[in-house]
């Protein structure tokens, strides 16, 4: 008998109408003999509703009260889950975080997990029972709730995944798998029938909304083979699986738009070893991301310093960025956020130096400044001004071939 | 320096506004000295769109997944309230049911609390942090997690005031306290400053929605003293005491009216023993609390026997007493909902048996027919026809002479 862990994502779970037909899914799946676990997010708007509620308190909620009060939403919508898999003649039991307990660390918003018990799992499906697992939440050593980032339901359900040696982890979302590119930002894009892990983390990790990067790579650690579908539109998915099993007929996989990114400057610097380090440490220490980091040629001895981070950390790490541009008696510090980051991915991109080549001619030839570039194994990103995101996106995608001329043709 | 248990339900905390307001209320009394454990119910109408939402997916939910449901309200409110004690410079930690823990048997909807450790809220409010309880919810010795019944926040914080010997246990609500009578129903209603536990239990048990009865079951057994008072209107309120510290003037201390009454009737039964209990022995089993039994005389060897449960289980009970019936060869099972109960409640009430008498006499003089009596030492009961409830309220509360003659007098 297969076991495979099913995660439906908020807009799956939108409705109660939603829920019922997830429910109906799941139960032809058990009659056909696979065994089953559900994730669930919260319902389409209410991890939004709960935000706001904080909002409407203060801009810096206390993270522990935070993770408490977000939880809620995903507890809710598993129960609501567990409540019509029985009404429709099904057993079922919904878990929490702390019922798990899948054991976090303490960086609450973002905790990380350190452990997963399966005994309880196991015995509630061995005895009948369809175990339904409130996504995105954990619990800390010190027993406070922790959740593990916004979209951290996919990676509730590769950690079950993996900890259950399951036979593939299922994501059910509103798009029938991954795409070339945005197709609301770029019409022509193209589906996706299968990835590698490596290329998807990228896709991910750059704003393609489908997939957590964080469960992508714990897929890709414990080599959990991942389907992404559609929960009401079953006949595209896209699989991501190893590197060695995809057949590139491409090098470049896909155009992604990330828009969540800021970047602050410190303007005249010391330019002296350790000087890096003493600024991006305290922002490493309050588990904000730094993303893409550029010094400039140092002049007299000082140098300015300009790196990229999530905008939802920019107040934070704005605040501490202060303190430490006083301690090193920087000029000024600069924050903005009408910034985007386009990106081409693929295997080998390293190897085929026109690529970068390519990429800059076609945002030329749009008149879009690059602003920053980083490069890494399967993948070239630019930071560019926020106005001209949509038309690099579609102008690059075209530059790479990867354009369709029919409605529904696939990548392959 | 005094410790006390505050308890804030859900028409205290029904927006953020209401939450600042609780909030900067527990900060004064944390200036003034005051060691504070705040208990708080779900946001007003929480727990009703929640029930709402797992009616419309079916009428007899897995009561398991229902209680997980449901205590997401007071998860989410404790938090936000956490949140907001932050926001103001008070140091605040959430905790719920499962992180206390606070420890129940497995009756889902109507949980017992077996357990309350206080390590963990010493510790908390030892080093400086305000304890935010979401009441209503325990976990049960397997893990799953549980509610006390609607209004079990009461019971919640009586039972943290018991285990930590609090000072007291503040009940916080959207009246000022208890009254002779409903006010909406009976306008010369009066208030009352002190009341014996013994007389609030009945008025609790009775209708009185001030108190949830299991709160004040729980504080007369620990001797916690209670008070009752409006979180927005400080003047008045209710303490409710040690009977023998109760001075009484009337020996009724007032008059209330149970709506969430039924009664099922079984037809030709039997007239044999045992038989009563192998008809209510399955509703103790399910825990439906059945509250006054009739058996007719016998006539041939039958009898017929009729009880009332709280609206509430009527579904319920009617399917149990549906099978028990065919067992037994009843000839029918009759059930109705349009009753309710009128109840007089006061110390001495056996001990002054003209007092049944001019209770009986002031509904006779309203032309309302008596459907099933009973007593106890502090109370009288009578049910009668839905329709008449208000009046009947009004008739027993004149007729008792517990009307005002002005605005705002006391009974005292």
């Not at 619990?139 to 996919?154: A, P």
């Not at 714990?218 to 590197?243: D, H």
Request: net charge negative; glycine share 6%.
């Amino acid at each position: 008998m297969s076991l495979i862990v099913k995660k439906y994502g908020g807009t799956s779970v939108a409705s109660l109408d939603h829920i019922r037909r997830v429910a109906c899914s799941v139960a032809s799946a058990r009659d056909n003999g696979e065994q089953v676990i559900i994730v669930v997010s919260a319902m389409g708007g209410e991890t939004d509703r709960l935000l706001q509620l904080s909002a409407e308190i203060t801009p810096i909620p206390s993270e522990r009260e935070q993770d408490a009060l977000l939880s809620t939403g995903e507890q809710a919508c598993a129960a609501l889950m567990a409540i019509t898999l029985e009404s429709i003649g099904q057993r079922a039991k919904s878990f929490t975080g702390i019922q798990l307990p899948l054991v976090t660390d303490n960086k609450h918003t973002k905790a990380r997990i350190l452990e997963l018990p399966t005994d309880l799992l196991r015995k509630t499906f061995e005895t009948g029972f369809i175990p339904v697992i409130a996504g995105f939440q954990g619990v800390s050593e010190d027993g406070s709730i922790t959740t593990l980032g916004r979209g951290g339901s996919d990676t509730t359900a590769v950690a079950l995944a993996a900890a259950l040696k399951a036979d593939c982890c299922e994501i059910y979302t509103d798009v029938d798998g991954v795409y070339t590119a945005d197709p609301n930002v770029c019409p022509r894009a193209r589906h996706i029938n299968i990835i590698s892990y490596p290329e998807m983390l990228e896709l991910a990790g750059l704003g393609a909304k489908v997939m957590h990067v964080r469960a992508v790579e714990l897929a890709q650690k414990y080599q959990v083979p991942l389907v992404v579908k559609s929960s009401f539109n079953g006949e595209r998915q896209t699989w991501i699986i190893n590197e060695e099993d995809v057949m590139e007929n491409y090098i470049i996989k896909g155009v992604t738009l990330e828009k969540n990114v800021s970047k602050i400057s410190l303007i005249r610097i010391p330019d002296r070893p350790g000087i890096a380090y003493k600024i991006l440490s305290p922002l490493a220490d309050a588990a904000i991301n730094v993303d893409m980091i550029i010094q400039n040629v140092s002049i007299d001895g000082y140098t300015d310093l300009t790196f990229t981070i999530p905008t939802t950390d920019l107040n934070k790490a704005t605040d501490l960025i202060n303190q430490v541009a006083r301690e090193i008696d920087a000029l000024e510090v600069q924050a903005a956020n009408n910034i985007v980051k386009i990106s081409a991915v693929g295997i080998g991109i390293k190897t085929n130096p026109g690529v970068a080549a390519q990429m800059f001619k076609a945002l030329a030839a749009e008149n879009i400044n690059i602003e920053m570039i980083s490069t890494s194994e399967y993948r070239i990103s630019c930071v560019i001004e926020e106005k001209y995101g949509e038309l690099a996106v579609r102008a690059v995608h075209h530059s790479f071939g990867l354009d369709h001329n029919k409605e529904t043709s696939d990548q392959e």
